[in-house]
């Protein structure tokens, strides 16, 4: 279990918090909020899909289906239009995405400073696999930033993945955190669907690349509290949310 450092500890409510209250804890999601491999994966999938005969667009995938496994999407797909896709799909799918990553990913603008400003314990909850997400860090030269927990949901016992909530409330187990006390950033409805699913505030994020008009009115739509475009926007974000509570 990871204690949350001295002075982060979660401090007796009297009515309205004070500035100098921190959240119990900071959830990342990965793709698409730290590191802008959301667009990347999308048009691998996209391609992917349109020859499998499904047509649809980098554009449409990212925006109908982030935040979901290439599986779920395949199940959702298959579902609404009948067509059965083969098994192997998933893993040329994987291979071709980890290619255009190691060769592509960036981090997002300013996310580097933002996380080491956040003044309370943190860590990154996705459903890529751990072995994509710190390929992805290391790349982006951002790992020294993260170098505590990372859950990827898959990996977890009961392996389900977002939109369910199980790698938000197993990070919140581990660092004794309180769900309520726990604020999510994350960049999809599906994401979003399991921070609110856990019992978690959120923050939803339009800074990259797969980003579109009316995206952040669909965060809002879906449970995000507030959405920020810039990380130099999160700090005081953060701050603001936690003087004001929904149960206040």
């Known amino acids: 279990m990871y204690a949350p450092p001295?002075?982060?500890?979660?401090?007796?409510?009297?009515?309205?918090?004070?500035?100098m209250d921190k959240p119990d804890l900071i959830i990342f999601d990965c793709d698409g909020v730290l590191v802008d491999s959301e667009i990347?994966?999308?048009?691998?999938?996209?391609?992917?899909?349109?020859?499998?005969?499904?047509?649809i667009t980098p554009e449409e995938l990212a925006r109908t289906y982030a935040g979901l496994t290439f599986k779920d999407i395949l199940l959702r797909i298959e579902e609404?239009?009948?067509l059965p896709f083969q098994a192997t799909l998933i893993?040329?799918?994987?291979?071709?995405v980890d290619r255009r990553l190691r060769q592509e990913v960036r981090a997002v603008d300013g996310v580097r400073e933002a996380v080491m400003q956040v003044g309370a314990p943190y860590c990154i909850c996705s459903n890529s696999p751990g072995e994509r997400i710190r390929a992805?860090?290391?790349?982006?030269?951002?790992?020294p930033v993260f170098m505590g927990p990372i859950f990827s949901a898959p990996e977890?016992?009961?392996g389900r993945t977002k939109p369910a909530p199980d790698v938000f409330l197993h990070a919140a187990s581990e660092f004794n955190a309180d769900p309520a006390r726990t604020f999510v950033i994350e960049?999809?409805?599906?994401?979003?669907a399991g921070a609110r699913a856990a019992g978690m505030r959120v923050i939803g994020f339009t800074?990259?690349?797969?980003?579109?008009?009316?995206?952040?009115?669909?965060?809002?739509?879906?449970?995000?509290e507030t959405v920020i475009r810039r990380w130099a926007d999160l700090k005081g974000v953060l701050e603001a949310l936690m003087v004001w509570s929904e149960d206040d």
Request: charged share 25%; hydrophobic share 40%; glycine share 14%.
């Open 91 to 96: 893993d040329k799918a994987e291979t071709a």
């Open 156 to 158: 977890l016992p009961t």
């Open 187 to 192: 960049d999809s409805v599906h994401g979003i």
């Open 207 to 224: 800074g990259g690349a797969h980003s579109y008009p009316g995206h952040a009115d669909v965060l809002m739509e879906a449970g995000a």
């Open 40 to 55: 990347i994966a999308a048009r691998v999938e996209a391609e992917l899909l349109t020859e499998a005969g499904f047509e």
């Open 6 to 19: 001295a002075g982060c500890r979660r401090s007796p409510e009297t009515g309205l918090r004070t500035d």
């Open 136 to 143: 992805m860090l290391e790349r982006t030269g951002i790992m």
């Open 80 to 82: 609404i239009s009948g």
